[in-house]
């Protein structure tokens, strides 16, 4: 039970800083579809290395604990990044 509270907390807080980074870069991406592209292929490769720190793991047990999390950080980050600059 530890062990998967510490997985879930390192999961989370890895695809927050990575959706908090990538949605500050985004603006300067020069076009949406750049930024959605990079976003993607950001998300695949933390998908992996999650999977290398944390262990195998079901696809929906990533869903629940990183994807979701990391969308919503990224483009809510983007969206403030976009009418800050």
Do not use: C, Q
Request: charged share 15%; net charge positive.
């Amino acid at each position: 039970m530890e062990d998967e509270l510490k997985a879930s907390r390192t999961s989370l807080i890895m695809h927050m800083a990575a959706g908090a980074l990538l949605g500050l870069v985004s603006p300067f991406m020069g076009r949406a579809l750049y930024a959605i592209g990079l976003g993607l292929v950001a998300a695949f490769v933390l998908g992996h290395l999650m999977e290398r720190a944390l262990g195998k793991r079901k696809f929906s047990w990533w869903l629940g604990n990183g994807l979701f999390i990391y969308l919503f950080v990224w483009f809510d980050t983007w969206i403030v990044a976009v009418n800050s600059f």
